[in-house]
């Protein structure tokens, strides 16, 4: 089975970003490494300062994994072509709330949390660290 995971990049707080993802969906940072980690021979490879992150994953379910890194290059390029959101599947109408509380936060709603014409109870925000995101309920679930 094809698994797909989202990998984000931050222009320089992707280590707050991933703390606060953990708040968010109560589950802990399985891996954090920064630039200041690679060995001397690999350093003339990376940009970015030997405290940014050069790879942290947040394991939000058993298939699900959410991966992140602090590097400008691709943050630049990601923000030219930002065309996606990022869509939780919740398990109940309570855990939409839950989550969309959070993620909106200092955040910008798009959406405010509701039913909709479609069949679902739904919200869109935009985090803090301007990801987008869209909580999801099924109600015929």
Known sequence: MITINPYI?????????????ELVFQKKISHISKYGDVPNSGKNL??????????????????????GSDNSLAYKEMKKYK???????????????????????NGQIKVPVGLTFWGSYYGQC????????????GLEN
Do not use: R
């Not at 990049?9 to 993802?21: I, K, L, P, T, V």
């Not at 990376?46 to 991966?67: G, R």
């Not at 065309?83 to 919740?90: E, K, R």
């Open 83 to 105: 065309s996606f959101s990022l869509i939780i599947h919740a398990d109940s109408k309570e855990e939409v709330d839950l989550i969309f509380e959070k993620l909106s936060k």
């Open 46 to 67: 990376f940009q970015e300062s030997d405290e940014k992150i050069m790879h942290a994953t947040l394991p939000i379910s058993n298939e699900t994994m959410l991966n």
């Open 126 to 137: 935009i985090d803090q660290f301007g990801i987008n995101w869209k909580i999801n309920y």
């Open 9 to 21: 990049y931050f222009d320089g707080n992707c280590e707050e970003a991933f703390n606060f993802y």
